[in-house]
């Protein structure tokens, strides 16, 4: 039965729910278990505030862009507990690598929100939506190089191509999850796409 590949990921999905899950000897299990479920819940936690439609929102807050801001810059916490807790010095130095390129492209991502910030007047991720359409132009055509900035910026702090250096990959280290198999090295992944 021919399919394409379009199966592939459904399988790769079952692969990785029915692999067995490894903590290493010298680990310590409490922040081995917990790090892959706290960047799972940050990444999950964040899509709470995005407006889906009109009034299709979980939560709209005042503060719906400081929120996401906030929250997705938990990852960092969690990365660099996963290196640590793996008691692997070269998962530990993929940790603090990749926690490194994470900080520094949010301070550019964090200046590029200013131009919708200051178009709008709102945090509200509603309000900002509702400020577009009274305006009647996307804010990405007034503050073009905004998106161009946060598109980068972006890009970089989900460890995309030419931005993988935490893959270290001349190093054959697949960076902070070199000790995770299963459904935890699976929850990272998911939050890092």
Not at 37 to 42: E, N
Not at 99 to 118: D, R
Not at 124 to 142: E, K
Request: with cysteine.
């Amino acid at each position: 039965m021919w399919t394409g590949g379009l199966l592939q990921t459904a399988a790769d999905a079952i692969k990785l729910l029915l692999k067995e899950l490894i903590i290493p000897g010298r680990a310590d299990p409490i922040p081995f278990t917990v790090a892959p479920i706290l960047i799972f819940a940050v990444c999950v936690t964040a899509f709470v505030v995005i407006p889906w439609g009109p009034a299709l929102a979980v939560a709209d807050l005042n503060i719906g862009l400081l929120y996401v801001v906030s929250v997705s810059s938990l990852t960092v916490l969690s990365i660099i507990m996963a290196g640590w807790a793996s008691n692997n010095k070269y998962s530990l130095l993929g940790g603090l690598r990749s926690a490194a390129q994470m900080l520094s492209y949010e301070i550019p991502l964090l200046f590029a929100l200013l131009g919708p910030i200051l178009m709008s007047g709102t945090l509200s991720m509603q309000g900002i939506v509702q400020a577009q359409r009274d305006l009647g132009v996307w804010f990405l055509v007034p503050s073009f190089l905004g998106l161009v900035i946060y598109y980068i910026a972006s890009i970089a702090e989900v460890n995309r191509p030419p931005f993988d250096i935490p893959e270290a990959e001349s190093e054959l280290v697949a960076g902070y999850v070199s000790e995770y198999s299963g459904m935890m090295f699976a929850m990272f992944f998911l939050a890092e796409f």
